[in-house]
T-cell receptor, first 115, second 114 residues
Framework: DTGVSQNPRHKITKRGQNVTFRCDPISEHNRLYWYRQTLGQGPEFLTYFQNEAQLEKSRLLSDRFSAERPKGSFSTLEIQRTEQGDSAMYLCASSIRTSGQETQYFGPGTRLLVL | DQQVKQNSPSLSVQEGRISILNCDYTNSMFDYFLWYKKYPAEGPTFLIS?????DKNEDGRFTVFLNKSAKHLSLHIVPSQPGDSAVYFCAARPPNFGNEKLTFGTGTRLTIIP
């Protein structure tokens, strides 16, 4: 299967703990995006990588959030000192531009519940 | 501010009939639009897209229409099938100047009635 994969699929943690999620994009895709989706809303952009460079971060991404993409392959999203408001589905998408257009392909997401 | 709006949270359609899902946007800079389908506990799956230079794009049972002057697009599914029951998200993107982050609507839950 060459789709986007995310691990873990589910994470339950206590408030104040740190959590880390992993995303493995489609292998030839050089762009990687993180989104967050809360109940009743559409996905909201968090951050974007082109290869290993993190090129943009949303203001939704507080200083407790950090993302990396070493070597331009997989990416990790870490949340430090989790808060109940961090409970959401965290989605990763990857893409590559072809013929002037780009389609983002999403992974299954990691559902985070902060107690 | 919600730049992409899906004003119908839910829609029920009889199997075999046409499903029409609507989406409005406010940012005139958007020039590429996509529809995604999402099942529970899964990530969004890409369905169909349209560039702002077109007014229609068709792929099998799915057709997307774009009315730039009205800042409105719609997704038509015909004939509707039970497997089409899902949440549908409209998404929009500004011109290709680097970060092509998507702005999503809040989704419409489509239920196909057998």
């Amino acid at each position: 299967d060459t789709g986007v994969s995310q691990n873990p699929r589910h994470k339950i943690t206590k408030r104040g703990q740190n959590v880390t999620f992993r995303c493995d994009p489609i292998s030839e895709h050089n762009r990687l995006y993180w989104y967050r989706q809360t109940l009743g809303q559409g996905p909201e952009f968090l951050t974007y990588f082109q290869n290993e460079a993190q090129l943009e971060k949303s203001r939704l991404l507080s200083d407790r959030f950090s993302a990396e993409r070493p070597k331009g392959s997989f990416s990790t999203l870490e949340i430090q000192r989790t808060e109940q408001g961090d409970s959401a589905m965290y989605l990763c998408a990857s893409s590559i531009r072809t013929s002037g257009q780009e389609t983002q392909y999403f992974g299954p997401g990691t559902r985070l519940l902060v107690l | 501010d919600q730049q992409v709006k899906q004003n119908s949270p839910s829609l029920s359609v009889q199997e075999g009939r046409i499903s029409i899902l609507n989406c409005d946007y406010t940012n005139s800079m958007f020039d590429y639009f996509l529809w995604y389908k999402k099942y529970p506990a899964e990530g969004p799956t890409f369905l169909i897209s349209i560039s702002s230079i077109k007014d229609k794009n068709e792929d099998g049972r799915f057709t997307v229409f774009l009315n730039k002057s009205a800042k409105h697009l719609s997704l038509h599914i015909v004939p509707s099938q039970p497997g089409d029951s899902a949440v549908y998200f409209c998404a929009a993107r500004p011109p290709n100047f680097g970060n092509e982050k998507l702005t999503f609507g809040t989704g419409t839950r489509l239920t196909i009635i057998p």
